[in-house]
């Protein structure tokens, strides 16, 4: 099964309270979804110069400091690291591709889960309510956001195959559903040199929207490519920085329903996770169509 | 006429649905209201007694599924599977029903004002199924038996593999399935559509402003030509 959320919010005023619209939405899929949970964050963005890391360590007693300090002693550069339970955000204006190699050599237990300049990912195992009570998603701010409570059908239950997956900087993508050629499209991919980090459907997915976006597509262009060539069933929702987006397999085998509101635009598997929004009598609540491409900007 | 209200705000959907399964003899002539479903799922199914319920908004999966008997009216949306397997009845959605509406639905009517998703009326075995708007691919797959009428248009694939059921169609269609034809329509084929449309609220919509269309039969039979096979 797996559930899905977005909540991208129009009106300024209600951006200091995104985590707490959200939280009952993510809740609110716990049945789809009762296995792991993740939040992919987009927020005030960092300096031009700057970067911010999302870090994955496993467990809560991770010494956090120690590996602030190694990388300004390293690399004789400033970084903030802000721990959170399981993660940290670390910031710095060093190049992505330098961060990586470094992490790679010293802190090779550690997973990186997204490296942008708005977006933070949070993503564990445990029910919707216990992963966001371990990060405090209900005091988030920011301007919209991604979400996804998953239960397992293809690949292991752990932190890295939890959603979301990036491809990209401030670029993620959440999936209900399963992709029947995964494997044949990790095998195409890995040849034109992208890299997996999990054997899980979606991350194929996201990398094969990726390659196509290295490939010189735009996101639409890219997606019309993937109705093509990803063969299973989904419902894909990517956050990008200043955009939500949404697809539906030509077969409508996954569920999503979107509420148009003046004040915000969201977007779940099912009504029961928009219920409680405000004012969303007035929304315009309508389901979306296989096949065709929903954008909605900030 | 008593009528009883219930809040699945503060009522388990469970109570409720018990308290709708009880002896039909107390509970004839009920009105029911149901406030806040909230797309709760299975709302109001396994219905057997002369009810009238409302649903004060959004339903979630399966709503008044396998109903006898009792009228339903879905103020807002429906999820999957709205009637499905119904039996008598009638269930009417003012808004717009996701996928699968009316799934093998034996008898009784439901009427979807809006536009309704993929797969609606999917192994209709007898029940009518009135439309206001549009319904996506693979609708009537299988019909056996009953009627189906789509005021707005069809998406892909429309009545693939159709027995006898019949389906009319006021705007486009795609495409049509497999076995899937052109029908002319009779007087009484006219008639049974006529009635419909006055039954669902469309008493001032041309019922000649309809295409019908059926089963070619071509799937019914065994085929000569694949005689060799054996």
Redesign the interface.
Known sequence: MCGIVGLLVRNPKMRDSIGELMLPMLIGMTERGPDSAGLAMFGEPVSSDQRKFSLYSGTPDFNWTKLGHDFEKHLSIKAKVEPKANHAVLTTNLEPATVKSWLKEHYPQLHLLSVGQLMDIYKDVGTPAQVAERYDFKNFKGTHLVGHTRMATESAITPAHAHPFTAGEDWCLVHNGSLSNANSLRRKLEYQGIEFETDNDTEAACRYLQWRMREGDDLETALHHGFEELDGFYTLLMGTRNQLALVRD???CK?AIIAEHDDYVAIAS???????LPDIKNAK???P??MEMYVWKL | METLKFDLDTKPLREVNQFLHGDASSLNGKVIVIE?P???HNIAVGLKAELDITIK??A??YAAGMNQIAKVTIE??A??GVAENMMSGVVHVK??A??AAAATANGGLLIIDG?A??RTAIALKGADVVVGGSV???SAFMAQAGNFVILGDAGEGLGDSIYEAKIFVRGKVKSLGADCEKKTTSAEDRQILADLLVKAGHANVNPDSFQQYGSARTLYHFHVDNAGAY
Do not use: I, M, Q, T
Not at chain 1, 270 to 276: G, I, T, Y
């Open positions: 030509p077969f409508g569920p099912e009504f029961r996770s928009l219920a409680h609540v309508f389901e169509s296989p | 806040n909230n797309g709760a908004g959004h979630g999966y807002g949306s999820g999957s808004g717009f996701s996928n536009d998703g993929l996506g691919s693979f």
